[in-house]
């Protein structure tokens, strides 16, 4: 997803920011699904074609690839992550909007209070929200201390409620659908690949679907065009090589952290301490939303 009118940026060339990383692996034989979240400010260092941010969330529009510019993202993740990448999907947020306007929105459990830029909340509670207002819960991130890890934290909570919103519809109103997703999609799968995939997800158990955020934490660097100050997340490598071995490697060899290409960050760095996420279930997540069901009733957004 692309934050192209995030923070006031001028993005009339059409490029765009990656707002939102995510690496999936889906073990269809187990019926497994792993998904990492990559925060957009990740540091991946000066030696990248970031524009001097420095930062994962660039690589998409500086990178040296002007046509298909995914695969720019692709090679870090390939080079510095040392994770392959077989396919690829690019979304634009509109895509949401349109997707739930067809769906008429979906049920979610809103873990706190969460406030857009002019005041307004949705307080923490089971509620229907439409179009709009899921663009604003996968937007947020203004408004929260620890910056875009509680945004992503907020993210699993939507990732849950779109799970058991296209879980409850039968196979013929999510190919309904399809249309309008590959109108905003840039993928390298084809119509059927996605109904393939797409079938597969809605099968699984949400106790088979885990979700991680890379570790480490806020770190403090300087823009090498601007030279002005950047905060930027930095990740511990030593604890990512253990993350991705346990759970993004399913029949492939550990990878030490000395094979990653990602920056190595002395501890002192980490300016607010470190994040250092296990695999956390979908299925913890519905426990969560099930009990605040049952006190609070589920209601319209405001």
């Known amino acids: 997803d692309f934050d192209k009118d995030d923070d ?4 009339s060339n059409g490029l765009g920011m990656t707002d939102v990383v995510m ?3 889906l073990d269809v034989e187990k019926g497994t699904m792993n998904i990492l979240q990559i925060p957009r400010d990740t540091y991946v260092g000066e030696k990248l074609l970031t524009g001097g941010t420095c930062k994962i969330n660039a690589i998409y529009s500086h990178g040296e690839d002007e046509v298909n510019r995914i695969s720019n993202l692709a090679t870090v993740l390939s080079d510095n992550f040392a994770l392959p990448v077989d396919h690829y999907v690019t979304i634009n947020m509109d895509m ?9 929105g979906l049920e979610m459990y809103v873990p706190w209070d969460v406030a857009d830029d002019k005041g307004n909340i949705i307080p923490q509670g089971t509620y229907f929200l439409d179009a709009d207002h ?3 819960i996968l937007r947020q991130r203004k408004e929260y201390a620890q910056g875009d890890l509680k945004r992503l934290e907020l993210q699993q909570y939507f990732y849950k409620a779109m799970f058991s919103t296209f879980k409850s519809f039968p196979m013929s109103d999510v190919i309904k659908v399809m249309p309008t997703f590959i109108t905003y999609v840039n993928t390298d799968m084809s119509v059927s690949d996605l109904i393939s995939l797409a079938s597969t997800f809605m099968q699984m158990d949400s106790s088979k679907i885990g979700f991680a955020r890379c570790p480490g934490g806020s770190i403090n660097r300087v823009n090498t065009v601007t030279g002005e100050k950047e905060s930027c997340y930095g990740i511990n490598v030593e604890n990512l ?3 991705l071995n346990n759970y993004y490697r399913p029949y492939a060899d550990p990878v ?3 094979a990653l290409g990602l920056p190595v960050l002395d501890e002192d ?7 250092n996420d296990d695999l956390k279930m979908m299925g913890t997540l519905e426990n969560d939303s099930a009990s605040a069901n049952a006190k609070n009733g589920s209601q319209p957004a405001a």
């Open 23 to 25: 690496y999936v692996t």
């Open 96 to 104: 949401f909007k349109a997707m739930f306007k067809i769906l008429g």
């Open 134 to 136: 899921i663009e604003w």
């Open 241 to 243: 090589a253990t993350l």
């Open 269 to 275: 760095e980490f300016t607010l301490g470190q994040l």
């Open 256 to 258: 030490p952290a000395s």
């Open 8 to 11: 006031g940026r001028d993005y």
